[in-house]
C-alpha cells in the first residue's frame, strides 16, 4: 500500500532519476534559449556572443548545435557566426518555452495514454504533458484503435480536478470545447462538438478525445486527457467519416502554434468545470443536440431526439413517445436534423 503524506528517504535510482530529469530539463533549456536568440536576431549569431548571452562556454554553445542539428534543426555554421536556416516541424520540449519544463517527448511511442498513467501513478503534477510525433499502439474510445502516424498531434494531459468522479465526464466536455475554439481560432473553421466529445469539421471527425480516470468513491486523484487531432496527416481513404486540418485547410498547418493555443485554452477552462458555464458553452458548439441521434450504449441501442445535456455531461434523449432518457457511455450517430 501506498503511504500518504510520509515523506520517504530519497533512494539510490531515485536520486539518479531526479539528476537525469534535471540535467535533461538544463540541455532543453538551453537549446530553446539558443534557438529564440537566432530567430530573434534572423541573421548570423557569434558563438562568443552567443555563449555571453546565455552564460554558458563556447563548447557547450557548440555542443548543444550539434544535437539541435541531429534533431533536424538546419543551422549554418560560418566565419560570421551560426544563421538558423529551418526548423523541423516537431513537437520538442524546447519549442514551448513556458512548458517544457512538463513536458515528456517521444518520438515514438506505444500510447501516450501509458506514459501517462505511469507518471499520474508517482505523483506528476497537474499540467504534466506527454507528446509523441507517432503512436504505434494509439488508443481510441471503447477499445478502438488511434491510427497515428507523422504529422497528426498526439498527446495527454495529466489533470486532477478537484471532484466527485460523478463529474468527471465535464473534464472531457471542458477538452472538446478547448479543441473546437482553438480550431474556430486559429483558422476560423467552424468547429463542432459530436457527443461526447469528438471534434467535427463538416461533419467529419477531426480530432477524438479519450479520459482515463483514478478516483476513489468520492474524490478524483487524476484525470488523464488524451487528444488526438488530425493535423498534417491525411485520414485514411477508407476512413469517410474523417478529416484532417490539412485537409480541410487545403494547406499544412503549424502544429506547435496550435498545440501551444490549445494547451492555453484548456487551462483557461480548467476553473470552469463545475460551473453552468461550461455546459454553455458546449451546447453553443454542439452539432448534436436537436437531432435525431442512435447511441449504441452499453449493448443496448437507443434512439431518439438529443435535447439536452444534464450536469454530469449525460446525453438527455426524448423518444417517439415523448419518454426522457439519460445515456452517459456511448457511441453516437447523428440520422437527421
Ligand atoms: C477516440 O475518438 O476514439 C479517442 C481518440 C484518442 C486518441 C488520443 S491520441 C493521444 C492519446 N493517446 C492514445 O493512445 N489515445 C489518445
Not at 531526479?18 to 530539463?25: D, E, Q
Not at 529551418?86 to 513537437?91: M, R, T, V
Not at 485514411?236 to 474523417?242: L, P, V
Not at 448534436?288 to 450504449?297: C, D, G, H
Request: aromatic share 6%; with cysteine.
Amino acid at each position: 500500500m501506498q503511504s500518504r503524506g510520509i515523506s520517504q528517504p530519497m533512494g539510490r535510482l531515485t536520486k539518479i532519476s531526479a539528476l537525469v530529469n534535471i540535467r535533461k530539463a538544463r540541455v532543453n533549456e538551453v537549446k530553446g534559449q539558443i534557438l529564440n536568440a537566432l530567430r530573434v536576431c534572423r541573421g548570423y549569431l557569434s558563438g562568443q556572443t552567443l555563449s555571453e548571452q546565455l552564460g554558458t562556454s563556447r563548447v557547450s554553445i557548440w555542443k548543444h548545435m550539434r544535437s539541435l542539428k541531429k534533431d533536424g534543426y538546419v543551422i549554418e555554421a560560418s566565419p560570421r557566426g551560426y544563421r538558423l536556416v529551418s526548423s523541423p516541424d516537431l513537437l520538442l520540449p524546447y519549442e514551448f518555452p513556458d512548458l517544457e519544463q512538463r513536458i515528456h517527448y517521444f518520438s515514438q511511442i506505444g500510447s501516450t495514454m501509458d506514459a501517462a498513467r505511469e507518471l499520474a501513478k508517482k505523483g506528476a503534477r497537474e499540467g504534466t504533458l506527454v507528446i509523441a510525433e507517432v503512436q504505434t499502439r494509439g488508443r481510441g474510445r471503447l477499445s478502438r484503435e488511434w491510427l497515428s502516424s507523422q504529422g497528426g498531434i498526439y498527446f495527454t494531459i495529466i489533470l486532477r480536478p478537484k471532484m466527485s468522479p460523478v463529474y468527471a465526464p465535464r473534464v472531457n466536455l471542458m477538452a472538446a470545447i478547448a479543441v473546437a475554439a482553438t480550431i474556430r481560432k486559429a483558422f476560423g473553421l467552424k468547429a463542432e462538438l459530436k457527443w461526447p466529445n469528438d471534434v467535427l469539421i463538416a461533419g467529419r471527425k477531426v480530432c477524438g478525445i479519450l479520459a482515463e480516470m483514478d478516483a476513489e468513491m468520492d474524490a478524483v486523484n487524476f484525470v488523464n486527457v488524451g487528444i488526438g487531432v488530425n493535423a498534417n496527416n491525411s485520414v485514411a481513404r477508407f476512413e469517410k467519416m474523417a478529416t484532417s486540418l490539412k485537409d480541410a485547410l487545403g494547406r499544412k498547418i503549424r502544429r506547435k502554434e496550435f498545440l501551444c493555443l490549445l494547451i492555453t485554452e484548456i487551462e483557461r477552462r480548467q476553473p470552469l468545470l463545475m460551473k453552468a458555464d461550461l455546459l454553455k458553452e458546449w451546447k453553443r458548439l454542439s452539432a448534436t443536440l436537436n437531432k435525431e441521434v442512435r447511441v449504441m450504449s452499453l449493448g443496448e441501442e437507443v434512439i431518439g431526439q438529443a435535447i439536452d445535456i444534464d450536469v454530469t455531461g449525460a446525453l438527455i434523449l426524448k423518444g417517439k413517445n415523448g419518454s426522457l432518457r439519460s445515456v452517459f457511455v456511448g457511441d453516437c450517430i447523428h440520422l437527421r436534423e
